[in-house]
């Protein structure tokens, strides 16, 4: 009895965590649409509560761009597009513009995940559909860490 329970609990902190590592896809791309290309991944940081994301830019995130980059999170979401995920020779990859780390070390062949509208490498669990994310808010820019004043990370979690 007690053993069936914690399975299920950890049954649904697993899925959570795979709803919070499916919607930083999302809001990676949408950090890019809105404060620009120069947004890539720093670090990161997803468990079964939130999704972290840091990055570099070079002014402070406003109220506004919060709110869009949500509204462009959430228009994914409520899209509920298919995932799909292919394994290919990096070359090829390449040719489909995926987002790639730089300094990153790929193998010859990579699994690029498309979600919704964004396409990267990937070799982790995601949704089955964007809509399984359910909804995405970014904490309010008060809660973020103070660094994000100058530079960091963007924060929010799946519901
Ligand atoms: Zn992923």
């Not at 049954?11 to 290309?37: C, F, I, P, W, Y």
């Not at 995940?113 to 995601?126: A, K, M, P, R, Y």
């Amino acid at each position: 009895m007690g053993d069936s329970v914690t399975a299920k609990v950890n049954q649904e902190a697993r899925a959570r965590t795979v709803r919070n590592h499916s919607a930083t896809h999302l809001m990676h791309k949408a950090l890019r649409e809105v404060l620009g290309d120069h947004v890539q991944q720093k670090g990161s940081e997803v468990t079964a509560d939130r999704t972290r994301f840091d990055f570099a830019h070079n002014a402070p995130v406003t109220d506004a761009q919060i709110t869009e980059i949500e509204r462009r999170v959430n228009a994914e979401i409520l899209a509920n597009a298919p995932t799909t995920a292919r394994v290919m020779p990096i070359e090829a990859a390449k040719a489909t513009g995926a987002m790639m780390l730089f300094g990153e070390k790929y193998g010859e062949e990579v699994r690029v995940l498309s979600i919704g509208t964004s396409t990267e490498l990937c070799g982790g669990t995601h949704v089955k559909a964007t809509g399984d994310i359910g909804l995405f808010k970014s904490w309010p820019r008060a809660a973020w860490p103070l660094a994000c004043a100058a530079s960091k990370p963007s924060q929010g979690r799946a519901l």
